[in-house]
């Protein structure tokens, strides 16, 4: 089984602060990656497919980068909305989630 | 506007079963795959079935594999979730969602319902 892990568990951030979470593949899943932000009570939201690309509607605070192995969501300038937790998904032949990635306010 | 409405979470014994129902409504059903995915009270998401835009072809999840049957029926733009031999560590909330694409699906989540509590405890 493919293991993804987030790091960090939980993020302290400030509005407008520039905001980097990490995504590690335990082997190489080419682009095959889709990040998530879910707010409590709610169910989850697509923001970022193929790894790099926006699904339509989304922010373009947001973007996604890397390949393989390492993959890194990123928000521009935090924004209020913003605080929630995202999730970062491997989406070979299965699929498999990260723990979750909190982004709380500092 | 793609709707996805959960039906049929309750609370059941340990051993025992329970089907799952989502209603699909804002666009073409049977152009797409659809997965279930769920979440225990308090945790991370939880991949655990795909099936195919016409049901020929359906994976499912090691800790679910034997248990759950996923099935859909496009002539009711409906998708199914058979569940037996729950267990205690089956409790969560359980999702009906779209993929971003047809065939077999791209496993990327597109849509979600809001989800169906499902309580396994005697």
């Known amino acids: 089984d493919i293991q993804m892990t987030q790091s960090p568990s939980t993020l302290s951030a400030s509005l407008g602060d520039r905001v980097t979470i990490t995504c590690r593949a335990s082997?190489?899943?080419?682009?095959?990656l889709a990040w998530y932000q879910q707010k409590p009570g709610k169910a989850p939201n697509l923001l970022i497919y193929?790894?790099?690309v926006l699904k339509n509607g989304v922010s373009l605070r947001f973007s996604g980068s890397g390949s393989g192995t390492e993959f890194t969501l990123t928000i521009s300038s935090l924004q209020p909305d913003d605080f929630a937790t995202y999730y970062c998904?491997?989406?070979?032949?299965?699929?498999?989630f990260g723990q979750g990635t909190r982004v709380e306010m500092k | 506007e793609v709707q996805l409405v959960e039906s049929g979470g309750v609370v059941v014994q340990p051993g025992g079963s329970l089907r799952l129902s989502c209603a699909a409504s804002?666009?073409?059903?049977?152009?797409?795959?659809m997965h279930w995915v769920r979440q225990a009270p308090q945790k991370g998401l939880e991949w655990i079935s795909v099936?195919?835009?016409?049901?020929?072809?359906?994976k499912y999840s090691d800790s679910v594999k034997g248990r759950f049957t996923i099935s859909r029926d496009n002539s009711r733009n409906s998708l199914y979730l058979q569940m037996k031999s729950l267990r205690s560590d089956d409790t969560a909330f359980y999702y009906c969602?779209?993929?971003?694409?047809?065939?077999?699906?791209?496993?990327?989540?597109?849509?979600w319902g809001q989800g169906t509590l499902v309580t396994v405890s005697s």
């Open positions: 193929q790894a790099s």
């Open positions: 099936i195919s835009w016409d049901g020929s072809h359906s």
């Open positions: 082997q190489n899943i080419g682009l095959w």
């Open positions: 969602v779209r993929d971003n694409e047809g065939g077999s699906g791209s496993y990327y989540l597109n849509s």
């Open positions: 998904q491997q989406c070979t032949s299965y699929s498999t």
């Open positions: 804002g666009f073409d059903f049977d152009d797409y795959a």
